[in-house]
């Protein structure tokens, strides 16, 4: 574990960039989601002196050990939803904790680091601003917090993130907690254009270039005009990935596809399909699936999916390589299908092979044009 944790960062940037990132004023910490545990695997020494803990405390923890048992859960779940979603977000309030137990509000500012060569999401920076407490009334600095129940031993406890949703109206601390001001965005806004900053620096000198966009060009070429047409004639919900490429990641997605997902062609192309699944996606059945793409056999699923509005399905999902016209796997194509009460298993699985058909002569028919306009 200690190698990945100091790989993550060696193999993207100089070696020079840990001591650049320690001369900012700032609080962050880096992590890695590729790692299990989604790890930090850098943290600011302004960030070690606003906690108490010492670097060893932290490198390898997960983030939560910053938060407790007032930490608002709602904010943990939007935490927890652009991750998984690999995208940005600003919490202008959050509940922390010191090591010594004591509480304190901060800004939470948070963007994902890709790699734009390939559009691969390599880590997130999190940004911990600590918010001056002031009254609604003038703005003046109060001593002390802006909810009274925060030091007090009789605020309930919140339920866990799995059994919240968006709609529960649970007891929220932060509907009064402290907000940060204009001002303090502003520079929570600066401080991350100069982490970024660094890191796009650092990462040039070792020819791996880094942003906090992801990139899919390639993946928007990868599937040539001619294909990309009649794929688009296939109106049912899936996806082609590339074996040969790492992480398997999905080179095209049909329109019905993101239309049952909710994701934008952008945010769907260059990532693993497993991106939607989540905490109760079946594990076992998930190892099914990636046995199934190493050895190039066809699968069958009911899995649990989420959308990207959080909201789960039931997807019956099947799987199958897909060969060139020289008899060579060029894709997987995943077909992705929500189960519900009005189709009945047998239409399900109708589908699902028509679809498997109607790609294998796409791609196969595009193979054949290609050789003879080559030749």
């Known amino acids: ?129 600590p918010i001056i407490p002031r009254s609604r009334s003038d703005n003046t600095p ?40 204009d001002l303090e965005k502003h520079g929570a806004n600066s401080a991350m254009t100069n982490i970024l900053s660094l890191l796009t620096h650092y990462s040039q000198l070792t020819g791996g270039l880094v942003s906090d966009k992801r990139c899919c060009s390639s993946y928007m070429n990868h599937v040539g005009a001619s294909l990309n047409t009649s794929l688009g004639r296939i109106k049912q919900s899936f996806v082609l990935a590339d074996p040969y490429k790492t992480d398997i990641p999905i080179v095209y997605a049909s329109d019905a596809f993101l239309e049952l997902t909710g994701y934008t062609r952008q945010e769907v192309l260059g990532r693993n399909c497993r991106f939607i699944s989540g905490q109760e996606t079946d594990v076992s059945t998930q190892s099914q699936i990636t046995n199934s793409i190493q050895t190039g056999k066809s699968c069958t699923a009911c899995i649990l999916s989420y959308r990207k509005d959080g909201s789960s399905f039931w997807n019956a999902l099947h799987m199958s390589p897909v060969r060139n016209a020289s008899g060579k796997i060029a894709y997987i194509v995943e077909v992705h299908m929500e189960v519900t009460h009005e189709n009945q298993n047998l239409s399900v699985e109708i589908r699902q092979l028509s679809v498997v058909g109607a790609v294998k002569i796409a791609v196969r028919s595009s193979g054949m044009i290609a050789s003879t306009s080559d030749s």
Request: glycine share 4%; with cysteine.
């Open 1 to 129: 574990m200690e190698q990945l944790l100091e790989e993550s960062i060696n193999n993207r940037y100089s070696y020079w960039v840990r001591e650049a990132l320690d001369e900012l004023p700032h609080s962050f910490t880096i992590t890695d989601p590729t790692i299990p545990g989604h790890p930090i695997v850098f943290a600011s020494t302004q960030l070690l002196k606003m906690f108490g803990y010492s670097r060893h405390e932290v490198i390898g923890k997960n983030s939560s050990m910053f938060q407790g048992i007032h930490t608002n859960r709602r904010s943990l779940l939007d935490i927890r939803h652009a991750v998984r979603d690999e995208t940005a977000i600003l919490i202008p309030s959050l509940l922390n904790y010191h090591k010594n137990g004591t509480t304190f509000w901060i800004l939470f500012r948070m963007f994902p680091v890709f790699s734009t060569e390939d559009g691969k999401l390599l880590h997130f920076v999190a940004l911990q601003v």
């Open 142 to 181: 109060l001593l002390g917090f802006c909810r009274r129940e925060v030091c007090s031993d009789t605020v309930p406890e919140l339920p866990r993130i799995s059994n919240l949703s968006h709609d529960d109206d649970d007891t929220e601390l932060t509907d009064t907690a402290c907000k940060a001001s």
